[in-house]
């Protein structure tokens, strides 16, 4: 099943998600990273990202959180659009690199089954996705028909009928620009099935550097 996008407009092809089997390398001590826009030096939702690594740091590492993210940001680009990619492991700070950021396009996104798929942390080993790269520009993930994730963004999609923007019950990973918009409840959490895409007339990416990116559905997608 593949979302042809023209113009911020989608329609469906196909009638059902394609099926892979993907191996996983991950083991108990992965490096994780957190990716962190910033914008003519102002750090955006850093409480948010805070929030995640003291949270992977409890429940991955088993241990209390040693990063405090805004003493690694103190001296950010004064100027244009970048993505923060700070990386740390079990042991603490690992390394900070800003690059210059420019939007992904997206013209073709893809409806990929794969009922294996793990990545409950922000692990900096993204071969699995690496895979998934070459379907098509983007992926959404599906367990057992159920919607996931894409592999760059969480995701929402507007019922047709109540008007009620609509994310997945149970993501692979919870994103902060995700958690953000449900703390603030402009989206609620729903089981959307690919069967249920004709209930839903816009679809929108979620993640730290693009916040929600809304695509809408042709009449006659």
């Known amino acids: 099943m593949i979302l042809e996008i023209n113009h911020n407009s989608f329609k469906v092809i196909g009638s059902k998600p394609i099926e892979l089997n993907i191996n996983f390398n991950y083991t108990n001590n992965e490096?994780?990273?957190?990716?962190?826009?910033?914008?003519?030096?102002?750090?955006?939702?850093l409480e948010f990202h805070q929030a995640r690594v003291d949270r992977s740091y409890k429940e991955y590492y088993k241990i209390d959180s040693t990063i405090n993210l805004k003493e690694y940001l103190k001296t950010p680009p004064l100027n244009g659009i970048y993505r923060a990619k700070l990386i740390y492991n079990k042991f603490g700070f690992v390394s900070l690199?800003?690059?210059?950021?420019?939007?992904?396009?997206?013209?073709?996104?893809?409806?990929?089954?794969i009922k294996?798929?793990?990545?409950?942390?922000?692990?900096?080993?993204?071969?699995s996705f690496n895979q998934l790269a070459k379907i098509a520009d983007e992926v959404i993930i599906t367990k057992n028909g159920y919607l996931k994730?894409?592999?760059?963004?969480?995701?929402?999609?507007?019922?047709?009928?109540?008007?009620?923007?609509h994310t997945p019950q149970e993501p692979l990973l919870q994103?902060?620009?995700?958690?953000?918009?449900?703390?603030?409840?402009?989206?609620?959490?729903?089981?959307?099935?690919?069967?249920?895409?004709?209930?839903?007339?816009?679809?929108?990416?979620?993640?730290?550097?693009?916040?929600?990116?809304?695509?809408?559905?042709?009449?006659n997608g």
């Open 31 to 45: 490096p994780l990273f957190e990716t962190i826009k910033i914008e003519d030096g102002k750090i955006y939702n």
């Open 97 to 113: 690199n800003y690059y210059k950021y420019s939007k992904k396009i997206i013209k073709k996104l893809a409806l990929v089954e």
């Open 116 to 127: 294996n798929f793990e990545y409950s942390y922000k692990y900096l080993n993204r071969d």
């Open 149 to 165: 994730d894409a592999t760059i963004a969480n995701i929402a999609l507007l019922d047709k009928k109540s008007k009620i923007w």
């Open 175 to 219: 994103g902060t620009s995700l958690q953000k918009h449900l703390e603030e409840k402009n989206i609620t959490k729903e089981n959307i099935h690919y069967k249920d895409l004709k209930n839903y007339s816009k679809i929108a990416l979620l993640n730290a550097m693009i916040d929600f990116y809304i695509i809408s559905r042709e009449k």
